[in-house]
């Protein structure tokens, strides 16, 4: 009985240990993850310019007003959906996982965002409910952000990953473990794929407490 106890024990200690680390790894890899897709959306902004033909500047009369200019100049940023429980039964996970990539998006646009872009977190709150997770996706998508992360739940992720997948949108997996989400679009499957994670699969996870166990 006291072996069992110390074994219980230790294993919690390990786990709380896995996931206080995990929520720092996930936290500097939102950083990369935004810094990188803004160089991509850069670039591909740089194409789009130069496709253009020449002399589509529109006549002095039709300029935008300055009332528009401030529009445009509002959607300059750089709009990153953030998807995840911040209410109900799963909201502790999903207010550490905002919390996390507040902190970033915070760094970045103290420092004058990326090429003089802010970032502009769009944040919803999915309630660990699937049917409202795919209705976010949705509303993301067709917000064009330029990248989407989250996803605490894994069945919330499956109803979503296919929306962004579709839609050519990256998806960041923050905190789900469950291994499918980020197996189903792997290539040989699909040619291209839009759904990345941090967060540790269950299957690793598994390995990783068994092998600290075996140790001890």
Known sequence: MQLCFIQRTVGTQILKMFWAQTLQFTTALMLWLMLLTTAFAQIAEQYRAASKPPNTRQPSSQQPTNQERATQTDHQSIRIGLSGPLSGGSSPMGESMRNGIRLAVQEINAIGGIHGRTIELIERDDQANNELGAKI????????????????????????????????????????????????????????????????????????????????
């Open 137 to 216: 996706a949705n509303e993301l998508t067709r917000m064009k952000v330029a990248a989407s992360i989250g996803i605490v739940n894994t069945g919330v992720g499956l109803a979503s990953i296919d929306i962004y997948q579709q839609a050519h949108i990256p998806l960041m997996i923050a905190v789900s473990t469950g291994p499918v989400l980020t197996r189903r679009y792997a290539p040989p499957a699909s040619p291209a794929n839009y759904i990345f994670r941090v967060s540790p699969t269950l299957d690793l996870e598994a390995r990783m407490l068994a092998a600290d166990l075996k140790k001890k």
